[in-house]
Each structure stands twice: as C-alpha cells, then as structure tokens.
C-alpha cells in the first residue's frame, strides 16, 4: 500500500518496441496539429480539446494491455482512439461532422466510441466518466475474465465527488479497473495548487485501500513500467490501483483557450526539457536503436497518414439528415410529429 | 441609453450588485481569470478572491456551498458554465435549495442565483447545447429566468440577484455578444412580467431566450404580407406572465409558441395547455408549437441545424394558421 514516485527508466524494452512508442505518440502530435489547422481554416467547429504534450501517457499505458481491455475517457480523447488502434481517418472524419467518422458526424471531438477497439469514449462531463468505468470493470469481474479497465480522467476531474463514490465501490468490490489521473496541472484555467487541497492526488486512494504511485508521464518508458505494476494488481484480482500520471498539455484547454493563466517560459521549458517524443527520440539514437533515416523514415509515414486522414475528413459526405432519426432508441421508436 | 452587449449586462448585473450589497458574492469555475465566457472579466481584481471565489471543477459541491452559505443569509451567485454541467448539481438545487423553505416551515431560505447559459450555439454536440428550463420550471420553490436582450440580462439579472429564493438564471450562449440598448443607472426588471415585444392583431407569438430574436424577424416579413404577429417574450418562465398571455391571445384568437429547447413535454406545452383551458371557445385556430424535435442535438451542423427554430419556419407556422388555404 506504499506510494512511492517511479523515477524516469532506462529503456528496459527492446529497441524494436521502442520505436513503435515514438512512432504512435508521433501520430498524436501529428494528428493533433493537423486537427488545430483544420479546426483554424473552420473545418473542425465547436470544443476541441488537444493532447499534444500528454502523448507518453497513453502510448505507455497502451503498452501495457492486452486484447479485450477496455478504456474510457474524457473529453480530451483524440491521443486514446488513436494509441488504441482506432482508425485516424475515422477520428479526422468526426472531427469534420462527417458521415465517415466514428459517430457518423453525430457525436464530434468529444464524443466518439469504438465497440472493436473497446474504447468507451470520450465524455463531455468532468468526472462522469469515472464511475462508468467502474462498470466497465465489473462486467469484466461479473463475467470471470481478466481483463482489466483503463479509466483515465484529470487533475480536474480528481475533484468530482463521484470520483471518491467510485472508488470505494471499486475497492469494495475489488473491481479490475486501474484509475489514470492524467495530472496536466490546469484543471481548464486553475492550476493545481490552486483547486486542490493536497498536491498528491494518488495518496487519495489510501482512504479507500486503494494503492496508488505518482508517475513521470513525460517518459513513456516510465508510464509503462508503472503500469504493467498497475495492471498486474488489477488482473491478479486485488481490486483497483491508481496512477497518478504528472503530464503537460502544451495548448490551452480547449482551441477557445488562449491560456493566458501561465507563462510562455513554463510551457516553454517544459517543451525543451521535458518533452516525451523528444525523450523517446534521444534514447533511440543513443541506444544506436535507430538512425536519423530510420526515424526520418517514420516522421514520413506519419506525415502521410496523417494527411490521408485530413484529406478523408474533408472528402467525405456530410451525414444525411435522416440520420438524425436514427440511434436514439434500439428498436426505431415513432416519434411522432415533430411539434 | 447605450450600446451594450448582453455578455457585459450580465457583467455589469454583478458587479453592481456586489457594490450594492456586500452580502452578495460569486463562486465557480475560473471565475477569477473571469469565467469561461468573460462574463466575471475583471470582477476578482475589483473585489477580491474571497468575494469572486474560484473552485475546483467540483458542481455538486459548488452548488451544495452555495445553499448552505445562502441559509446563513449571504447572497451567492453560482456560475455552473453550462445547464448541462448543472446537472452534476441538480440534487442540491431540487431537493435541497428548492425545498429548504418548505421544508422548514419558512425558517429558512436560500436566496441565491444559479447561472447556467443554455442554447446551441455552433457544433458543441449534445452534452454542451441543451435547455433544460422546462426540468426547473416543474419544481416547486424554484425561479426560473431566461432573458433574451441586453437589456433585461442586465434588470434581471439584478433583480435575480436581490430576490429571496433561488433562482435558475439562464443565459442563451449565443447571445453573449449581441449589443443592444441598456439603461444607464439602475435598471430593475421585475420577475414574472413579460414584454410585448411587438403589437400584432391576427396571431400572439409566446417565446423567450434566443428564440425572440427570429420571432421579430418573422413577424417583421409577416407585417409586408398584412399579417399583424404580435410577440410575446415571457423573461421569466417561473412565475410567468399568464394575464399578459391571456389578454394578447383573448384579442388575436391564435398562439404559436416558439422555443429552442426540445418541444415535447417543454414548456411551451404548459403555455398551450393554459391557453386552452382558459380561451377555447374564443380560438379561431389551433394553438401551435414550434421546437425542437425529441433528439440529442448533433454535431455536425447540418444535422444541428435540424434541431433548429429558424424565422422560416415560423412563418411558415404563422401562414398556416392565419390563412389555413395557403398550406401545401
């Protein structure tokens, strides 16, 4: 029940796997970037919420699982379809309102799911998320298979009291589900330090029996470390564990943010000393795991991909308005007139 | 008079109130670099952090501190951001603030202003477009406010602000930046009072919120055709303005009701259902709604768009029932 902080790991992990880490957060920041050029030119409207600078977090834990684990998210979910396999140009496409993307146009940045990569979506409530996944969770439980659930939410979202509702029940009913603080540090405009009482959050799960560590998430090496220990716990059947996962996002919270609410300089900082794709690059090089060609190699295949995805988002069709009729019940119920 | 945007009515509203009376103070969410949509901008420099209190992202408990600092007799103003995130809040504001009077035999009472900005605005999907006024109209003990101009966000909101129960304050997000007349000096807009917003003889309109605006425009097209609409904006949902509802529907013998939110089970079907009950044998056409269909509302903004109450079909609404041939 000790918590302890992981420190940053030498690589630990064949350089073939290393190369696959850089590779899917490459993707994300790519991914993203593109995202916030579209969203510029009006492609992409309404709340989008980007994960550049919290890559490590997701690529790590993705590391970590295994066919038929389930994740569920909050509204910043881009990075999680993506490091889960989910298709970027049916991500892009949602993004546009199109009929191509996850939600079939319906659903946005927010809100997208995927059945066959067990990815329970994007929320857009802070903290409504959590205790879903614990239901996720226990039909695993109920059910008598091993997989585990990655419910992943932030320092804001810590804050919610049916977070704490979720995690007694989790640790009464000793549910497989490992609790992903993804602690960016700005709970929207409010750092830390200003919203929450004490500064580590892990420690939170004590009350509970719920053990938990404070993690590195700007290395993703020391993400997944962290959470193969996580995960183990939880597949071993002895309930939940936490990880309190100390990232950055590099924009404002939303594309409506213009983060006036910290310094250039500390974004700045965090940017040359600490980013995780630049980490994972040093390590590949130095550890002669690669060479600049071969990840030259991958900054093209990214690139390619990724502008396949933004040329998919904006050729396909916008959703036919019958759709709108459609999914709200399971059998198509009459609705009537539309008074 | 002058130019004002409803965003800074709403602004203004506040920070006389907190000049006014020191009672008075506000808590949420980035309140301090001046709320989500700038409506508390410069507020926490002019009277502190204790008086313009930023939270954790934490609605439940927002909403619970706040009855509970009301019940000891301070004035709170609760901004929730949006009607959907209120609804982490909503067991605090039924069953604690709304009953607490009651409760205890009018030992107590909550006066505090809950401010929860409604409406679509452009593709922020379903769980950041709603209106929800219809769930709070239904409770009891509750006020329920939606003010459509700059003007009234600024009476309202301090009247709202002054007024001894809790009160549902909710702004349409798509108004914030609309400009229009304000009264310089204090401005009072009592609750309960509707406007008529535009005289007509052949139909009444009945609308409120972000719904007004396209109501006047179809009612200035219907004018070029010799239609006389006569428009109605209630303001106050809880209590609302039956007499005027009344008397303007007692003279044209038609209602349309417009409103943005979902039609079935809205509002609007309260102000039909009354206008029935008490004028039907003097109607010369059915009483008419117009809203949204019973879906999420979507994403992408055709699909949006199909959520929407446009001027068109208002008067096509309109046309329908004044000259009953004209209809395809």
Sequence with gaps: MAARKTTAKKPNVSGDELKQYYRDMLLIRRFEEKAGQLYGMGLIGGFCHLYIGQEAVVVGLEATAKENDKRITTYRDHGHMLACGMDPKGVMAELTGRQDGYSKGKGGSMHMFSKEKHFYGGHGIVGANVPLGAGLAFADKYRGNDNVTYTYFGDGAANQGQVYETFNMAALWQLPVVFVIENNQYAMGTSQERSTSTQDIYKRGEAFGIPGEMVDGMNVLSVKEAGEKAVAHCRAGKGPYILEIKTYRYRGHSMSDPAKYRTREEVQKMREERDPIEQARDMLLTGKHASEEDLKAIDKEIKEIVNASAEFAKDSPEPALDELWTDIYAKEVPQGEAV | MSMTSYLEAGRRAVMEEMQRDERVWALGEDLGRGGVFGQYK????????????????????????????????????????FSDFALCAVDELVNQAAKARFMFGGQM????????????????????????????????????????????????????????????????????????????????????????????????????????????????????????????????????????????????????????????????????????EALHYRLRAPVRRLGAPRIPVAYAPPLEDQARVTDKAITDAVRGMVVPQTVA
Excluded at chain 2, 47 to 65: K, L, N, Q, V, W
Excluded at chain 2, 163 to 192: I, Q, R, S
């Design chain 2, 42 to 81: 410069g507020l926490q420099e002019m009277f502190g952090d204790e008086r313009i209190a930023d939270t954790p992202i934490s609605e439940a408990c927002i909403m619970g501190a706040a009855v509970g600092a009301a019940m000891t007799g301070t004035r709170p103003v609760v901004e929730m951001r």
């Design chain 2, 109 to 276: 009472r909550v006066p505090m202003v809950v401010r929860e900005p409604i409406g679509m605005w452009r593709s922020s999907a379903a769980q950041h477009s709603q209106s929800l006024e219809a769930w709070y109209a239904h409770i009891p003990g509750l006020v329920v406010v939606a003010p459509a101009t700059p003007a009234d966000n600024l009476g309202l909101l301090k009247t709202a602000i002054r007024n001894e129960d809790p009160v549902v304050y909710m702004e349409h997000k798509n108004l914030w930046a609309l400009e229009g007349e304000v009264p310089e000096g204090e401005h009072l807009v009592p609750l309960g009072k509707a406007e008529v917003a535009r005289e007509g003889v052949d139909l009444t309109i009945v609308t409120w919120s972000a719904m007004r605006h396209p109501c006047l425009k179809a009612a200035e097209d219907l004018s070029a055709e010799g239609i006389g609409v006569e428009v109605i904006d209630l303001r106050t949902l809880w209590p609302w303005d039956r007499e005027a509802v009344l008397a303007s529907v007692g003279k044209t013998g038609r209602l349309l009701v417009v409103q943005e939110a979902v039609s079935v089970a809205g509002f609007g079907a309260e102000i039909a259902a009354s206008v029935a």
